[in-house]
Structure formats: C-alpha cells, structure tokens
Nanobody
Framework: QVQLVESGGGLVQPGRSLRLSCPAS????????LGWYRQAPGKQRELVAQITSRGNTNYVDSVKGRFTISRDNAKNTAYLQMNALKPEDSAVYYC?????????WGQGTQVTVSS
C-alpha cells in the first residue's frame, strides 16, 4: 500500500518561509519522479515543482527563485522549501509520485499566506 503524508503547512506572513515534507512508503522511492502541486479555491490544480529520479528539476515560473524542491532517497522523503511567500501562494499543496503508469497522491496540506 502506497502512502504519502504531507506536513509542514500552516499560516505565515508574507515574506516568510515554510518547508513542506512528504515521506513516502510502499514504493521504490528513488525510481519515481516527485512533484508538488497546489490548488487554490476555484482554481485548477497546478504543478509547482518537479524533480526526476536523476535529480533534474523544473518549476512553474511564479515560484522560480523562491521555491526549491529536493529529495532524500535514503529517507524516502520529498521536500519543498518555500521562501519569500506571497498571498497568491496560498493553496492546498499536494505531493505526487509518478512513474510510467503509476501515480500516487498525498492528502494535501494547507498553506495560507496572510498578514
């Protein structure tokens, strides 16, 4: 059984930082591409950042230079370091792992950026 459990969300002021974590179980973690997605109320879910099994990364333009995705294969955990947060970053953030035909999601963690 595959499990992804996001944590690290919360309420922060603009300009502050948060670090999301996503430990995974039930998969050969280092073989999967990891992604962080987010969905704000009334909007479609969007890919925020992705890291391949080889460590190649890509980011949506709105977070480039502020967010960093990483993976620790020894701990089977994905991370998203979010700096200089803006109100428009507020959303539910989801962790995803995918490989070929397999794709799994976590339950999401709420990030709210507000003064």
């Amino acid at each position: 059984q595959v499990q992804l459990v996001e944590s690290g969300g919360g309420l922060v002021q603009p300009g502050r930082s948060l670090r999301l974590s996503c430990p995974a179980s039930g998969i050969i973690f280092n073989a999967y591409t990891l992604g962080w997605y987010r969905q704000a109320p009334g909007k479609q879910r969007e890919l925020v950042a992705q890291i391949t099994s080889r460590g190649n990364t890509n980011y949506v333009d709105s977070v480039k230079g502020r967010f960093t995705i990483s993976r620790d294969n020894a701990k089977n955990t994905a991370y998203l370091q979010m700096n200089a947060l803006k109100p428009e970053d507020s959303a539910v953030y989801y962790c995803n792992v995918n490989r070929v035909i397999w794709s799994y999601w976590g339950q999401g963690t709420q990030v709210t950026v507000s003064s």
